[in-house]
């Protein structure tokens, strides 16, 4: 999708919900709201707010990525993303402590 215009000229909205985050955009030009398919070619306008670290690899994955991976072992997988910003709670991987704000934002960062 590409935008058009200045990035005045849009109101971005988030709603990053418990199983599912959605962006959409309305086009103050037009004043037609879109919602983002950020799926990636999964099927579906919405994003699984989930996020998912693979310990021996290093990596971290979110959304749709992180649900291929839900069955591997050596893994830490952080769903109800909400729910742990409420709870505030830290996570240990490893020898790191994370923060519930911390791991919310490796998801921001993905979208």
Do not use: C
């Not at 993303?81 to 704000?101: C, M, N, S, W």
């Amino acid at each position: 999708m590409e935008f058009s215009g200045r990035e005045n000229d849009y109101v971005v909205g988030i709603d990053f919900g418990y199983h599912n985050t959605y962006i959409a955009y309305l086009d103050l030009r037009s004043s037609k709201p879109r919602v983002l398919d950020m799926s990636g070619g999964y099927g579906g306008a919405s994003v699984p707010s989930l996020v998912h670290y693979h310990e021996s690899g290093n990596e971290w994955l979110a959304g749709h990525h992180a649900m291929l991976y839900e069955n591997v072992e050596d893994a830490f997988r952080f769903d109800n993303l909400q729910r742990l910003l409420k709870e505030e709670r830290q996570v240990t991987i490893g020898t790191a402590t994370l923060h519930a704000k911390q791991i919310v934002g490796l998801f921001f960062k993905y979208i």
